[in-house]
T-cell receptor
Framework: NAGVTQTPKFRILKIGQSMTLQCAQD?????MYWYRQDPGMGLKLIYY???????DKGEVPNGYNVSRSTTEDFPLRLELAAPSQTSVYFC????????????FGPGTRLTVL | QKEVEQNSGPLSVPEGAIASLNCTYS??????FFWYRQYSGKSPELIMS????GDKEDGRFTAQLNKASQYVSLLIRDSQPSDSATYLC??????????????FGQGTTLQVKP
C-alpha cells in the first residue's frame, strides 16, 4: 500500500493564481482531512470528509474548497492565492472517526509570492 | 474556542534520561487523545493514543491522561538522540457526531543530547 499520497511536493504561486492540491489514499478509509501547518505551529483543520460526497468545514476554511467524488481522492482547491496561504499542507485519512488513528501524507509546501 | 496547549520548548534532556512532555486541553467533551511525532520537514506519525484515565505504556513510551485536570502527558524513557523531534498533542471526539476532527497543540520540540 502507498498509504496517503500528495502532489505536488512543492509549489510556488503568484498572488491571485489558483491551484489544486491532490490527495489520494489506498487504504479504503472513509474519513479524510486537510490540515495546514504554519512555521512553529500545530496543525489547523481546513476541511474534512466522512465519506464520498460528504464534506464539511474545519477551523480555517476561508479561501479553500474541497470535493470528494470517490473514496480514494480528496483534492483541495485554492482560489485567488494570497500570501497568508503560504504554509505546509497535509492530507490525512482514517478508517473511522472518533478515536481512529489518522495517517498523514508527506505534505505539500506552498509559497505564495 | 476549543484549545490544546503545549509548551513549545525546546525541552533538552541528556541521552538515557526521561523526557516528560505535557499538554492541557480546554474542551471537557474531548474523549480521545493522541501524541504524534514530527521530524523536521516530515509529516506527523502516531506515537500513542489514549482514551481512558490513567497510564498506557508502549515500549519506551507512556501516555498519561487525567480528565478531571484536563491534562495529558507523554513520558519517553531512556531517551535517544533519534527521539529528537517535535511532539504534537491532539484531542478529539468533542462536538456532535463522529467526525474524527482533532484539535492540535503547537507542539513541543525535544532535543536529546548525546
Amino acid at each position: 500500500n502507498a498509504g496517503v499520497t500528495q502532489t505536488p511536493k512543492f509549489r510556488i504561486l503568484k498572488i491571485g493564481q489558483s491551484m489544486t492540491l491532490q490527495c489520494a489514499q489506498d487504504m479504503n478509509h472513509n474519513y479524510m482531512y486537510w490540515y495546514r501547518q504554519d512555521p512553529g505551529m500545530g496543525l489547523k483543520l481546513i476541511y474534512y470528509s466522512v465519506g464520498a460526497g460528504i464534506t464539511d468545514k474545519g477551523e480555517v476554511p476561508n479561501g479553500y474548497n474541497v470535493s470528494r467524488s470517490t473514496t480514494e481522492d480528496f483534492p483541495l482547491r485554492l482560489e485567488l492565492a494570497a500570501p497568508s496561504q503560504t504554509s505546509v499542507y497535509f492530507c490525512a485519512s482514517s478508517y473511522g472517526g472518533r478515536g481512529d488513528t489518522q495517517y498523514f501524507g508527506p505534505g505539500t509546501r506552498l509559497t505564495v509570492l | 474556542q476549543k484549545e490544546v496547549e503545549q509548551n513549545s520548548g525546546p525541552l533538552s534532556v541528556p541521552e538515557g534520561a526521561i523526557a516528560s512532555l505535557n499538554c492541557t486541553y480546554s474542551d471537557r467533551g474531548s474523549q480521545s487523545f493522541f501524541w504524534y511525532r514530527q521530524y523536521s520537514g516530515k509529516s506527523p506519525e502516531l506515537i500513542m493514543s489514549i482514551y481512558s484515565n490513567g497510564d498506557k505504556e508502549d515500549g519506551r513510551f507512556t501516555a498519561q491522561l487525567n480528565k478531571a485536570s484536563q491534562y495529558v502527558s507523554l513520558l519517553i524513557r531512556d531517551s535517544q538522540p533519534s527521539d529528537s523531534a517535535t511532539y504534537l498533542c491532539a484531542g478529539g471526539g468533542h462536538g456532535s457526531g463522529n467526525t474524527g476532527k482533532l484539535i492540535f497543540g503547537q507542539g513541543t520540540t525535544l532535543q536529546v543530547k548525546p
